[in-house]
Structures are given as structure tokens and as C-alpha cells.
């Protein structure tokens, strides 16, 4: 267990760093784009992606997730899972062609018919990527599936700029994509040595895990774009675009911390599935990290949010400021019980996360209908999160449950990083109060001051707990071994009493 901790440890960090450059790379890529063409250029390969993506839906079957689950997956499921990806490809490309004339009929724009003949191309030859690489997830070979990763978005962007500098217009988006998805299929094959073959003999085996994840995606997809439908035709377009921007700008700290870490602890628990105790003892490290990363970066937002939308969006966002705050905690329990959902994946039991994202839906929309209709996007955004709140302390519960977990464990884990963000939000309240100085140095002023409270609240309630085991040992221990070179300091473990 403890060589599973290190490399899960490695992982976060690869998979972090990746997420961090994979921003700054799309990040520079907007910027260049948005001065070589015109928005009009943008909207038109929207309509098409936009149309993909829906079909999409249908065959996101999640493959790669059943592979990584099934500990003692053979070539025979691997195969399986690369034969529907064709199958799949063929299919999205036949359903593209068909539709491309009646589709450019409805927008009114027959430029983009040709557009989606070359997406069903690019579609159809992307379903023969070698699914090899999955093994490096499998395996905890985080280390690869960054270079992969990377790898893979630095083609896309070098070969979208270059076109985008030569022709100036849609075509530079759409060839782009084209060839990036060529690039990236001629590289899944040279990265591994899997030659994968058609088969389908391990189609019910996949299927009997993956039917359950299609649902998932199917519900979440429109858990997500139910919202816009309702807001869009009860409150109007400029609702909307305040919707979308509140919601990418408050979600952004946490999903960029959160999700590499979820990436990297599914396949770890899939390798502890027949070992409940250690699954259980890296389940509450992970969930005290998250916590500890999570909560004062939720919290931090809803504390500064009055401060850096002028700042950062311009005093015409500024109606954006309490659906920040609200979508800030929505986050932050995002974060939170995402761990909880890859126990449930990794355990093998992806019906339970059906059920509760059929639940979360089930309350959503009528209490957003509601909402929205007497509060306008205020009622909208409140209804998320109280659909959230319901069903977080559910999906917890379950999944302690099914670790055989104790709430006075869990809490043993958690109580440092609530109360080291209490202190933390009344530092920074207090000092929001007081001060009177520029926005941009008053926002600067309370961040590091914020963050300073934090660690240093955090870190002595650590100590005067007796360095008792969790994220804060996790994280000295890493920084000792990973950064100073020091010998690793054996903290308190709960292994033989994680019960309660």
C-alpha cells in the first residue's frame, strides 16, 4: 500500500503540472486565435463541434474506465474496447454525413456541410486509436501519460497556429482539428506496443460495467445543459452568458486541483479493491487532501469575488458577483464528494453513482423551474446548489458505507482544515473590512495574508494534534522525499483501528 501511496503521490504531481500547462497552452492558443480570425470564424465550427459533441454522447461508454476497474482486464477486453471505438467512429461518421446538408439547411449556412464532411473523417479515424495508452493509467505510470498527454495537445496547437497563420479563417480551426487527430492516433501507436485486433468476445463483460457509465454521462450531460435550456427560456440570453461565465470563472481553482487528483486515485483504489483497509486509509488521505485544497479555495473566492471581477472582467460583470459566490460553493462540494464517486467506479459499482446522479437530476429541475421563474438567475444558480447539498451528504454517506468507515474517523481527518479555513475567512473579513487601499494591492493584500493564516493555522493545529496522520503528514512527507531529499518521518497510522 505504501508503494501505491508514493506513485500515487508522483501521479497528482504529473497530472497536476499537466493540467497547469494544458491551460496555459489553450490559454495562448485563444489569444492567437481571437486576433487571427473573426468570431464569426468561431461560431461557425461551434455549430459543428456543438453537433459532435451531442452524437458523442451516445457512445460514451467509457472504456478506458472498465479496463482501468477490471484488474485482471485481458487482451480479449482490450481488443473489445478498441473494435467499438471503430465501430463507433464509422458510426458518428456515417450519422455526420448524413446530416451535414439538413443541418446546414437549419442554420441557414451551407459552409457547414463541408465542415462536417471533414469532421466525419477526422471522427471516423480517430476511432482507430491504439488503446494501449490506457495501461499507463492502470499501471500508476503517470509519468507517461504525461508526455502522452502533452505530447498530444503541443501537435494539436503547433498545427493549428500554423494554419491559422496561413489561411486566416474557419478552415485553420476545422483542418486543425483534423490533423491533430490524425497526429494524435499516430501517436498512441508509437507511445505503446499494443497492436490491438477486432474482437468482441469481452462485449457483455464490458458492457455489464459501461452500461452503468453511459447513464452516468448521459444524466450529467443534461444535468448540464438543462440549466441553459431553463435559464435561456425563462430568463433570457444575457442570464445565460452570466450563467456560463460565473460558473467556468468559480469552478476553475477547484477542478484544476481536483480533477488530476481524481485521475490519479481511481486507478490506484482499482489496485486496493480486495484490500478494504488500505482502500479505506487512502480514501481519508485523499479526501483530507481535497478537503484541505478545496475548502479555503472555495472559501477564498466567496471572500474576494466583490474584489477581482472589476478587476479581472470589468464593472459590466459585475452582476456576477453573488452567482461567484454561490457557484464557488457548489464547488467546493463538487470537489469534496468526488471522491466519494471514484470509490464507487473503483468497487465496481457504477449504478450507485446512476442512481445518485438520477437523483440529483430528479431534484434539480423542478426545484430550478420553480426558482428561476420567481428569483430569475439567482434562483437558477441557488437551485444547483441546493440539488447539490441534498445529494452530497447521500453519496457520502454511501460511500462510507461501503468502505466501512465511521463519521468520527472521517472527521478525525477533516476537523484541521475546516477550522484552520474558519480562521482563515475571519482573518481576511476582517481585514476586508479595515483596509482602504487600491483594489488590485487590497485583493493581492488579502490573498497572501489569507494563504499565510491557512498554512500557518493548518500546520499548528497538525503539530498540536500529535502529527497525526492525514494530508498534512502526506504532504510534509512528499515535500522531505520529493524536494529536500530527507528520509520519509513514519506519522501515526490508523490502520488497524480506521473502524468506528
Known sequence: MDNISSKMAKGAAWMVGFKMLERSIGLVSTIILARLLEPGDFGLVAMATAFLGLLTLLTSFSFDVALIQKQDADRH?????????????????????????????????????????????????????????????????????????????????????????????????????????????????????????????????????????????????????????????????????????????????????????????????????????????????????????????????????????????????LDTIPLIQLFSVYGTLMAVQSNASTVYLAKGKPKIQAFLAGFYMFMLLPIMFVLTGKNGIIGAVSSVLIALTIVTPISIWLSHRLLHLGFITLLGYLWRPVLATFSMAAVVFWLDTRLDLVPRLQLITIIIVGIIIYTLTILGLWMISGRKDGAESFIVNFLQTKLFKLPPKAYQNVKSNYKN
Not at 441557414?108 to 471516423?124: G, K
Open 77 to 317: 477486453l482490450y481488443d473489445t474496447a478498441w473494435t467499438f471505438n471503430v465501430i463507433f467512429g464509422v458510426l458518428l461518421a456515417l450519422v455526420l454525413v448524413a446530416t451535414a446538408i439538413p443541418l446546414a439547411q437549419f442554420y441557414n449556412e451551407v459552409r457547414l456541410e463541408q465542415i462536417l464532411y471533414v469532421l466525419a473523417i477526422s471522427t471516423l479515424l480517430g476511432g482507430f486509436g491504439n488503446i494501449g495508452p490506457v495501461a499507463f493509467r492502470k499501471d500508476l505510470q503517470f509519468h507517461k501519460e504525461f508526455y502522452f498527454l502533452l505530447a498530444k495537445k503541443l501537435m494539436g496547437f503547433t498545427v493549428c497556429m500554423i494554419l491559422a497563420f496561413t489561411l486566416r479563417n474557419y478552415w485553420a480551426l476545422v483542418w486543425g482539428t483534423f490533423a491533430g487527430r490524425i497526429l494524435e492516433v499516430l501517436l498512441s501507436y508509437r507511445v505503446h506496443p499494443y497492436r490491438p485486433r477486432f474482437c468482441l468476445k469481452g462485449r457483455k463483460e464490458l458492457f455489464g460495467f459501461s452500461g452503468w457509465l453511459f447513464l452516468v454521462n448521459t444524466i450529467g450531460f443534461m444535468c448540464n445543459r438543462a440549466p441553459e435550456f431553463i435559464i435561456g427560456k425563462l430568463v433570457g440570453t444575457q442570464a445565460l452568458g452570466l450563467y456560463n461565465i460565473s460558473n467556468e470563472i468559480a469552478s476553475l481553482p477547484t477542478n484544476e486541483l481536483v480533477q488530476p487528483i481524481n485521475r490519479v486515485t481511481f486507478p490506484a483504489y482499482s489496485k486496493l479493491i480486495d484490500d478494504d483497509i488500505g482502500l479505506a486509509n487512502i480514501f481519508l488521505k485523499v479526501q483530507s487532501i481535497i478537503t484541505l485544497l478545496a475548502l479555503p479555495i472555495g472559501t477564498g473566492i466567496v471572500l474576494t469575488a466583490h474584489l477581482f471581477v472589476p478587476i479581472l472582467l470589468g464593472n459590466k460583470w
